[in-house]
T-cell receptor, first 114, second 112 residues
């Protein structure tokens, strides 16, 4: 199974709401990633977890809060977002953190902030 | 840090033609260069990659070439098919080797 799943597919939220994005993989990968992708732009790295510990935080605002409950799951908690945070949020995983490892991407969650 | 430039931003070809997408990178220490394809409504998918100890790599209709001296690498797709239509991203590893830096993407359209 070489699939990364993400839920929900679409999410609409107000600026005062709290919501969470979920990501799951069962490939035994020990590195998991959150990316943000705006329309017609490349993915931008937000967070990286390696062995369930936060390894990289690309200076992301605190209204985004990642969580890695176990080696298969990755969450992104959202609170007090701004309209400019509307984007496609992609989750990815790889066997290990080292860059030679192929990153497998999920289909993404399309987030709209009103 | 690493910077990746990608050209062209859009490319239209007829079915059966070849397509070439070029990228340049800034950090001479970079040693890994993957190419990702992103179809509409999907996440990016790795299609081919190359390491700095190799000058060329082929996989059926897809090939990647690397010129370390000039710090550029290219994706070549031969005998293009409509299903090749997608956005293609080149990438390079950051200095720490822990994250990918993506180019801005090329939208390839193959018309039949």
């Amino acid at each position: 199974d070489t699939e990364v799943t993400q839920t929900p597919k679409h999410l609409v939220m107000g600026m005062t709401n709290k919501k969470s994005l979920k990501c799951e993989q069962h490939m035994g990968h020990r590195a998991m990633y959150w990316y943000k992708q705006k329309a017609k732009k490349p993915p931008e790295l937000m967070f990286v977890y390696s062995y369930e510990k936060l390894s990289i935080n690309e200076s992301v605002p605190s209204r985004f809060s990642p969580e890695c409950p176990n080696s298969s799951l990755l969450n992104l908690h959202l609170h007090a977002l701004q309209p400019e945070d509307s984007a496609l949020y992609l989750c990815a995983s790889s066997q290990a953190l080292a860059g030679y490892n192929e990153q497998f991407f999920g289909p993404g969650t399309r987030l709209t902030v009103l | 840090g690493e910077n990746v430039e990608q050209h062209p931003s859009t490319l239209s070809v007829q079915e059966g033609d070849s397509a070439v997408i070029k990228c340049t990178y800034s950090d001479s220490a970079s040693n890994y260069f993957p190419w990702y394809k992103q179809e509409l409504g999907k996440g990016p998918q790795l299609i081919i990659d190359i390491r700095s100890n190799v000058g060329e790599k082929k996989d059926q209709r897809i090939a990647v070439t690397l010129n370390k001296t000039a710090k550029h690498f290219s994706l070549h797709i031969t005998e293009t098919q409509p299903e090749d239509s997608a956005v293609y991203f080149c990438a390079a590893l950051n200095q720490a080797g822990t994250a990918l830096i993506f180019g801005k993407g090329t939208t390839l359209s193959v018309s039949s």
